[in-house]
């Protein structure tokens, strides 16, 4: 059975960082992407920030120049890298992967359980 485990939330002040990291345990054939949503209190859930597996990139316009996103293929783990941030990134993140348990098979989505992320200005 497939798991993300998500670890490294917390209270920080702006301006400050913190280090998001999420560990998918389980069998599989492969991570297709992996990625990082949040929902702040109020509003819907929506992407930060996403990868795959060749390690390209993508991320929201709020987050650019901001934050960073990694992963290690080998430990099947994705890293945030939160610098600088805001009160308005506040919010509960919740970790992502598409997942294919064969070749040429539809991956699934599985969601982490979510870690807290305040900002206190």
């Known amino acids: 059975q497939v798991q993300l485990v998500e670890s490294g939330g917390g209270l920080v002040q702006t301006g400050g960082s913190l280090r998001l990291s999420c560990h998918a345990t389980?069998?599989?054939?492969?991570?297709?992407?992996m990625g990082w949503y949040r929902q702040a209190p109020g509003k819907q859930r929506e992407l930060v920030a996403i990868i795959n597996s060749r390690g390209t990139a993508n991320y929201a316009d709020p987050v650019k120049g901001r934050f960073t996103i990694s992963r290690d293929n080998a430990t099947n783990t994705v890293d945030l890298q939160m610098n600088s941030l805001k009160f308005d990134d506040t919010g509960v993140y919740y970790c992502?992967?598409?997942?294919?348990?064969?070749?040429?098979?539809?991956?699934?989505?599985?969601w982490g359980q979510g870690t807290t992320v305040t900002v206190s200005s």
């Open positions: 992502n992967a598409l997942i294919q348990f064969a070749p040429f098979r539809t991956g699934r989505y599985y």
């Open positions: 389980g069998s599989m054939f492969n991570i297709a992407a």
